[in-house]
Every structure is written in C-alpha cells, then in structure tokens.
C-alpha cells in the first residue's frame, strides 16, 4: 500500500527551511536584548489587556505605584533594609559611620529630626501634586473596578482605562525616579563593604515586598537568554520538539497578554503565526531532516529494526 503520509523532498526542504529561519528569529530576538542591555518586559506587561491582564500586570513589582509613592512606608523600608545591610557584611564602626552619612544623603531627616530631607524626599517634594492627585483618584478607580457596568460595557471599560492610565502617567516620572534612587542606594551600600565583605557575604539586594520568583525582573534576565537557546537549538536541530513547544506556549503566553477581540487590545497575527510553526515544527519532529535529532532517531529505529528481526527469527 502506498504511503500518502511520506513527505517529499520539496516538503522536507520546507521544513528544513521553516526550522532555521524561525531558529533564526528567535536568535536574533535574544542576541538584541543581550547587545541592548536595556531590554524591559514591564513596557509589555503593562499593556496588557483581556481578562488576564492583572495575571500579567501582577509580575511587576509594585505594578500601581502604590508602595513608592507612599513616603513614609519607602522611607521605613529603605531605613530597615540599611540595617540588614550592616548585619549582612558585619560593618565594623567606621564603616557604620559611613552608612549614616549616606542615610542622611539619601533620606535622612534635618539636624532637629522633624522632617526628611534627601534625595528620595525630594523625588516627593517635587512631585507633590501629582502624587496627591494620584492618592485622591485611588477609590474612584477601585470603585470603577468593583462595578459591573464599567467593567462590562465596552466603551465604559475604555474610559476606564484610560483615567487609569492616565493617572499613572503622572506620576510615572516620580516612579522613574525612586526606582533610580533605589538602585543607587543598593549600590553604594555595597561599595562601602570591603572585597573580602563581598566575597564571604555576598551582594546585597534591597528585597522588594510581595516579589514572588516569577516577577518581571526574572523575566528580564531569562527571556534573551531562552530566547538565544530555543533559536540555537532549532537551527542546529537538537531536541527539536522541546524547543519548539516551549518557543509556542511562550508565544501563546504573549498572544494573551493581548486578549484577541479584547476592546484595546493590540494585534498578534505575527506572534499567532509563528506560534503554529513552533507547533508544526514540534509535531513533525523536524530536527531529524538537516539536523542533530536524527542521532538519536536512527539509533533508536535501528534498534527497533534488530529487535523485530530477532523476534521474526
């Protein structure tokens, strides 16, 4: 009986072909991100719309401001973290000495322990206005969540939306600002410690409250590494179906982060068409033609070909 599933030879070039261009792709994606080195899913994750957009809101760390731009709790945060920092290297006096002058420097209050002063204080002072509107519109937005006819009717979830993000955008360069002020502050805790304070406790990292593992900055540091690793992979034709179903469920993940037919929500035809190739490629087992997966697959059909011979014998 003739075999109408047997790929020809143009079919099997056009796998071969759908492979390493897409392997390609990928590739590429991860070397640009690495080469950037200021690559940043929250831009992204932000934008998400559909019903799972909180899901993908949620993975950045303190995605509504909510934290930040409360002075009082960063300036207590910021407060704690010093102290763990000085256990966490074991600060000897003049060291310790060096923490409060920097303390001062960064969120310190004035000679008669009134106010804060500071850089940090002064993101606050700076944006003082804009920080009051955002907490004065805080219940509105949350009331405007809790009710069915601005979450259900289309053009209402819009305008919605949009006072949400408007909101946000006013005090996005406040926020901006803290983030910078937060990571100086890390760095130059570190710098007081000594090489040998660095090397037996290792770096300090200020923990940011309610982070789980997978949050943005996580995703920062593997995306363009998977994304460099699935392309090799699929080029050279190695562990082809693993490759290629986890390039489709990470493409999938984007697709609903942009709920199709979603109100305001963005078109990804591109990300749904590479998606199916992924799943083709993962379903055909491409990485036998041109490619490192025929090893083992010939390894394991001439072991199966020598077993039914000794079983016919």
């Given at each position: 009986?003739?075999?109408?599933?047997?790929?020809?030879?143009?079919?099997?070039?056009?796998?071969?072909?759908?492979?390493?261009?897409?392997?390609?792709h990928f590739y590429m994606e991860g070397a640009s991100k690495v080469r950037g080195s200021g690559f940043s899913s929250q831009g992204f994750l932000v934008a998400s719309q559909g019903p799972l957009a909180d899901k993908f809101k949620s993975l950045i760390w303190d995605h509504d401001g909510k934290?930040?731009?409360?002075?009082?709790?960063?300036?207590?945060?910021?407060?704690?973290?010093?102290?763990?920092?000085?256990?966490?290297?074991?600060?000897?006096?003049?060291?310790?000495?060096?923490?409060?002058?920097?303390?001062?420097?960064?969120?310190?209050?004035?000679?008669?322990?009134?106010?804060?002063?500071?850089?940090?204080?002064?993101?606050?002072?700076?944006?003082?206005?804009?920080?009051f509107k955002f907490w004065e519109g805080i219940h509105r937005v949350e009331e405007m969540k809790d009710s069915p006819t601005w979450t259900q009717v289309s053009s209402l979830r819009g305008q919605k939306e949009k006072i949400e993000n408007d909101r946000l955008s006013a005090v996005r360069p406040a926020l901006s600002s803290i983030d910078a002020i937060w990571n100086q502050y890390e760095g130059e805790l570190n710098a007081i410690a000594s090489d040998v304070q660095r090397s037996?406790?290792?770096y300090f990292h200020i923990a940011r409250p309610g982070e789980g593992l997978m949050s943005a900055r996580v995703a920062d540091q593997v995306i363009?590494?998977?994304?460099?690793?699935?392309?090799?992979?699929?080029m050279i034709g190695l562990l082809t179906p693993?490759?290629?179903?986890?390039?489709?469920?990470?493409?999938?993940?984007?697709?609903?982060?942009?709920?199709?037919?979603?109100?305001?929500?963005?078109?990804?035809?591109?990300?749904?068409?590479?998606?199916?190739?992924?799943?083709?490629?993962?379903?055909?087992?491409?990485?036998?033609?041109?490619?490192?997966?025929f090893l083992p697959w010939s390894w394991w059909h001439n072991k199966h070909r020598e077993a039914e011979s000794l079983a016919s014998t």
């Open positions: 009986m003739h075999n109408y599933a047997r790929l020809s030879i143009f079919g099997i070039l056009a796998l071969i072909a759908l492979r390493v261009g897409v392997g390609w934290l930040r731009l409360d002075q009082a709790k960063m300036n207590g945060l910021l407060d704690q973290a010093t102290e763990r920092a000085i256990k966490h290297f074991q600060f000897t006096e003049d060291q310790q000495n060096e923490v409060a002058e920097l303390r001062k420097m960064y969120f310190g209050l004035d000679d008669k322990g009134e106010r804060w002063v500071g850089k940090l204080n002064t993101v606050y002072a700076d944006s003082q206005e804009d920080i037996q406790s290792g363009p590494i998977f994304d460099m690793v699935v392309g090799i992979l699929l693993l490759a290629a179903w986890a390039a489709a469920l990470f493409l999938i993940s984007v697709i609903l982060s942009q709920m199709p037919g979603y109100p305001g929500s963005e078109p990804t035809y591109y990300q749904a068409i590479e998606c199916l190739a992924c799943i083709t490629l993962a379903c055909t087992d491409a990485g036998r033609y041109a490619g490192l997966d």
